[in-house]
């Protein structure tokens, strides 16, 4: 049978003040995927990381990206089918784009065995597939990042329109605090109208949050990574969020907030330095407030997907 291996990174999703339509890749950390071609027309997905998984393909976010490659393909391969083996690294319901990273690394891996018959911009939409399975809408914030890497603008998801942001070299210190919230139950709690005077200000920040990506500009960066919508909502179910945005830019972060539907804060730094320092003040809160936590310090993974072999 051939077979593929693949790597696909954890992504932040919104990047504070893009909602659905901001998303940014990490180099760290990653799920490890094989993926091989069967002449059968079936998918099946195990893994080999404890986490459970859906038995039914369709319900299962590598198992129903691959389902609409089939019925996409329709008549012209019949007897295609696919068998996944996942080694998931990114922990499902930590808000850094796990099901995400099982979609795109699906559609990835597929396309590869395929002869590249596809698009990267096919593939979010058949990655997008995944996201409906786990969050109950298609978004493409993290899969269209893990699958082009660097910083992605989803401009529209219904037609697919998405830019590439020249990405800075930045270090992203991530905090996962051991609580599992489902994206679908943080969508679920927002507020469905939005004041105009909101929008006014929170589409100034994503304006000037691009424009500080593409000029490097790390003061436009810090002003602009700040969500007046969403944010005030989601950060009651995550202990401990004033006082890490508080004190990790005492520390010198350009600023950072709720990584996708949380609970994972991440913060940007121009230096490793910096970051280390940011890392110092997230571990004191969560030790402080007694919970659990993970911590990360990487930086921003430009290639999306790697395929191996
Ligand atoms: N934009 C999505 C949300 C990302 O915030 O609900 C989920 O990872």
Not at 120 to 133: P, T
Not at 201 to 211: D, K, P, S, T, Y
Not at 246 to 258: P, T, W
């Amino acid at each position: 049978m051939q077979q593929i291996t693949i790597k696909a990174p954890a992504t932040v999703a919104n990047l504070v003040c893009g909602f659905d339509v901001l998303g940014m890749a990490l180099e760290e950390p990653c799920d490890i995927m094989q993926v091989g071609l069967l002449d059968e027309p079936f998918v099946t997905v195990s893994s080999r990381d404890g986490f459970p998984l859906p038995s039914d393909p369709a319900q299962n976010t590598a198992g129903a990206p691959l389902l609409a490659i089939m019925e996409e393909l329709g008549a012209s391969r019949p007897g295609l089918g696919f068998e996944v083996l996942i080694d998931k690294k990114i922990k499902p319901g930590s808000g850094i784009g796990s099901s995400a990273a099982s979609a795109a690394g699906a559609v990835v891996a597929a396309n590869h065995l395929l002869g590249n018959i596809f698009s990267k911009q096919d593939l979010v939409r058949f990655a997008m597939f995944g996201e409906k399975v786990a969050s109950g809408v298609k978004h493409a914030d993290n899969v269209a990042p893990c699958i082009f890497g660097g910083i992605t603008l989803i401009r529209s998801i219904f037609p697919l329109d998405i830019v590439s942001i020249p990405a800075p070299s930045l270090y992203v210190t991530v905090v996962h605090p051991q609580i599992e919230v489902r994206t679908a139950d943080a969508r679920q709690i927002l507020r469905k109208n939005v004041l105009l005077k909101d929008a006014i200000r929170q589409w100034g920040n994503i304006a000037g949050l691009v424009a500080g990506l593409m000029r490097d500009d790390h003061e436009l960066i810090g002003r602009s990574l700040e969500d007046v919508i969403i944010e005030p909502v989601r950060s009651i179910l995550i202990p401990g969020f004033d006082e890490v945005k508080r004190q990790c830019k005492e520390a010198g972060a350009l600023g950072g907030g709720i990584s996708g539907s949380g609970p994972s804060i991440f913060m940007l730094s121009r230096d490793a330095a910096i970051a280390g320092a940011v890392e110092g003040c997230m571990k004191g809160i969560y030790e402080k407030i007694g919970l659990s936590y993970h911590t990360y310090i990487t930086t921003i993974n430009r290639e999306g997907v790697k395929v191996y072999s």
